[in-house]
């Protein structure tokens, strides 16, 4: 489930997909990116926005499940739409099991140009 949970949420930021982060972000999701921390609202907006940058992919996924918790670490490497730059990334997203389910409540990227 944390995989797809993964999966769902780069292609949602590849392709500005605000219906799916709907679905499993917490009401209480914040985000930091160098530089910003948005809230979900802030998010919403901030990623119905066009995308500066196309082939999205991620590599060296590791999920780790601490109780209702779980860290998902991975690199991310996708190209500026701008200049044609290959970019590389660090993240970690944090999810908690909230009534059996879970939600993002936290996500962290290390990643210049987005």
Not at 23 to 49: C, H, M, S, W
Not at 87 to 103: C, H, I, M, P
């Amino acid at each position: 489930m944390l995989e797809q949970l993964n999966n769902d949420y780069v292609h949602a930021d590849q392709f500005s997909d605000v219906q799916r982060f709907n679905e499993f972000l917490a009401e209480d999701f914040i985000v930091q990116t160098p530089g910003i921390t948005r809230n979900r609202a802030e998010f919403l907006e901030y990623i119905a926005k066009p995308r500066p940058f196309k082939d999205l992919a991620v590599h060296d996924v590791t999920i780790r499940i601490l109780s209702d918790v779980a860290l998902i670490h991975a690199r991310s490497t996708y190209t500026m739409l701008a200049d044609g730059a290959q970019r590389e990334a660090l993240y970690t997203d944090t999810y908690q099991k909230r009534a059996g389910t879970w939600v993002c409540v936290a996500a962290c990227a290390i990643a210049p140009g987005t």
